[in-house]
Structure formats: structure tokens, C-alpha cells
């Protein structure tokens, strides 16, 4: 799960990201809104964290902005600003979830796996399918009741195509969750996880539909 930070405070930027990918996510960070538009905008990230006192466009400008063009990707705003007001004028500007500085980095990762099943389609906290377990929160896959250790880009894969299940992901879409900006990624390094995923878990879990991508398929 690829997620977008869009805060200008250096210190909280830094923290949030550090805090984010010690708990499996990976993430991304700008500290402008004209920056953030434009990435949520080109990026296909799951979900973003919103500042709305942003320098050169403001948080509620850009939700605004981005749901004009009728991009769902989830967004949690997260400011200082704490009045019923600017609660209601985000969440009606386009926010799917509100909290306030100073904030629980454990909660904050809740929420945002939260919001990213929901945006899937999904209410259970477990993704299932038949023999296959696997829980976001705790970061832990069963397959035939027996826990498979994954390694973290293994279990981001995994998580991505379970949330799409039945659809098929090109290659291009399930890099760009897999590696954030300035990670080099090897040419095969796609094919070596699904290698690893097919010989973990069952060598028919994962379809590869030629020409176009992979895909777990629905039950």
C-alpha cells in the first residue's frame, strides 16, 4: 500500500514517513499542495494524508481540485485544525477521514487501512480467499492454517492483489504501490515476487494473464 503525504513541516513529514514504513506502508512525501495535486493527480497511490494549512495551494484546495476531476483515491486530512467548522468544511471538500495534531501513529495507521478496504469494496478486517488469510493490521498471512512468513514487498504484492481480486493489475500499476519515488527497481523484480508468492503459498493462486498483468481470481 503506496501512500501520499502532503505536510509542510519538515519534522512531522519526516516522522510520519519513517513511522508509515516501520509499519509496512510505502510512502511518499511533498510538502505543497500544488506538489501534492499533481502527484495524486500522475501516481496511482491507495491513499493520501492531507495538511490543510499547505503553502501555495491549501489542503482544501486541493481535495477540491482533485475530486473535480473525479479522483476517488482516499484521503485522511490531518491538521491542528480542530473546530467543528473545518471538520465539516474538509470531510465536505472531499475528506474521508479528519483527525488532529497531535496524533497516534498506531491510530493513524488504522485508519488508513481502513479507509483503503473501504475504497476496495471490503468491510472484514482479514482479506480471504479459500485456504488463504491475511491480515493487514497485524501484518501476518496463513495459507491451510499454517502462518507463511513474506518478505515485505511479498506482502504488500499479496495484500494489492487480494484487494483487487478478480481484476487484473498490469505491471506498471502494481510497481507503482510497490516501490515509492527514488527506489531503483530491476527489470524482473515483479516476476521474482510472484515466483516467491506462487511457491510459498500455491503455484495457481496467482493467474498471469499474458500481455497484460497478474491477478488473483474472484471466487
Known amino acids: 500500500m503506496r501512500i501520499l503525504i502532503v505536510e509542510d513541516d519538515r519534522l512531522l513529514g519526516e516522522g510520519i514517513l519513517a513511522g508509515l514504513k516501520q509499519t509496512g506502508f510505502q510512502a511518499d512525501w511533498v510538502r505543497d499542495g500544488v506538489a501534492g495535486l499533481a502527484a495524486l ?14 503553502p501555495r495551494m491549501s489542503g482544501l484546495e486541493v481535495l477540491r481540485a482533485l475530486r473535480a476531476t473525479h479522483n476517488a483515491v482516499p484521503v485522511l486530512i490531518l491538521t491542528a485544525r480542530d473546530t467543528s467548522q473545518d471538520v465539516i468544511a474538509g470531510l465536505d471538500a472531499g475528506g474521508d477521514d479528519y483527525m488532529v495534531k497531535p496524533f497516534d501513529l498506531g491510530e493513524l495507521a488504522a485508519r488508513l487501512r481502513a479507509l483503503i478496504r473501504r475504497a476496495a ?6 482479506l480471504e480467499r479459500g485456504e488463504l488469510t491475511l491480515d493487514p493490521a ?10 507463511v512468513e513474506l518478505g515485505q514487498r511479498e506482502f504488500t504484492l499479496l495484500h494489492e492483489l487480494l484487494l483487487n481480486s478478480g481484476r487484473v493489475l498490469t505491471r506498471g500499476q502494481l510497481e507503482a504501490k510497490l516501490y515509492p519515488w527514488g527506489e531503483e527497481v530491476e527489470s524482473n523484480a515483479l516476476e521474482v515476487h510472484i515466483h516467491h508468492l506462487r511457491k510459498k503459498l ?13 491477478m488473483v481470481p474472484g471466487e
Open 138 to 147: 497485524a501484518r501476518t498471512v496463513r495459507w491451510q492454517g499454517q502462518a
Open 121 to 126: 469494496g471490503g468491510a472484514a478486517p482479514l
Open 41 to 54: 493527480q500522475s501516481e496511482p497511490f491507495s491513499a493520501a494524508i492531507l495538511d490543510l494549512g499547505l
Open 202 to 214: 500455491a503455484a495457481d493462486l496467482i493467474r498471469t494473464v499474458r500481455g497484460v498483468g497478474y
